[in-house]
């Protein structure tokens, strides 16, 4: 299994807050992605970056913010959260053979 | 855009075979995946198809028909533990997967 942490596993915050979700890899994958699950919705990609500095928007980024400066890392931020991004969130990396993408242990935000 | 048709749930008895279906419209098509993910656990990759024709890797096969935007995942003698939630994905240029909405497939004795 690829090296992928996620951190914090769980958190509880309160809307309006900011809050950043860590994505750590220790497998010197280029590419890495956000994802958010919510019951009847699957996995929808929130944004997803393919080299340090390099991101782009997924299909449910408004709200959202990432950063990679380094190739180890990616965060995550919502900049002022809602109850509508009670989710869990996982992080998935890939390397450049694109065969198949290997997910974090995902993150359980509530947002009260 | 993209469309990722897959049924919501499916039961079936220890020991049996079930075929999973996924449907799909997409420009830019690359590959498709599966992915299993057990109750609060993250996706697990199961396969790759790029090419038409079959795949099989152990009780798991998948099957990718380009031409017909399909795709099955075919599970034999069932277990138990194969109850979980199983992804269709699909890989288009950019290295971006789109995936569908999953299917519940529930094992009983």
């Known amino acids: 299994d690829a090296g992928i942490t996620q951190s914090p596993r769980h958190k509880v915050t309160e809307t309006g807050t900011p809050v950043t979700l860590r994505c750590h890899q220790t497998?010197?994958?280029?590419?890495m992605y956000w994802y958010r699950q919510d019951p009847g919705h699957g996995l929808r990609l929130i944004h997803y970056?393919?080299?340090?500095?390099?991101?782009d928007k997924g299909e449910v980024s408004d709200g959202y913010s990432v950063s990679r400066s380094k190739t180890e890392d990616f965060l995550l931020t919502l900049e002022s959260a809602t109850s509508s991004q009670t989710s869990v969130y996982f992080c998935?990396?890939?390397?450049?053979?694109?065969?198949?993408?290997?997910f974090g242990p995902g993150t359980r935000l509530t947002v009260l | 855009g993209q469309n990722i048709d897959q049924p919501t749930e499916m039961t079936a008895t220890e020991g049996a075979i079930v075929q999973i279906n996924c449907t799909y419209q997409?420009?830019?098509?690359?590959?498709l995946f599966w992915y299993q993910q057990h109750a609060g656990e993250a996706p697990t990759f199961l396969s790759y198809?790029?090419?038409?024709g079959l795949e099989e890797k152990g009780r798991f096969s998948s099957f990718l028909s380009r031409s017909k935007g399909y795709s099955y995942l075919l599970l034999k003698e069932l277990q138990m533990k194969d109850s979980a939630s199983y992804l269709c994905?699909?890989?288009?240029?950019?290295?971006?997967?789109?995936f569908g909405r999953g299917t519940s497939l529930i094992v009983h004795p």
């Open positions: 970056s393919y080299g340090v500095k390099d991101t």
């Open positions: 997409t420009s830019g098509f690359n590959g």
């Open positions: 998935a990396t890939a390397g450049t053979s694109f065969t198949e993408q290997f």
């Open positions: 994905a699909v890989g288009r240029g950019s290295y971006i997967p789109t």
């Open positions: 497998e010197n994958h280029r590419y």
């Open positions: 198809n790029v090419l038409d």
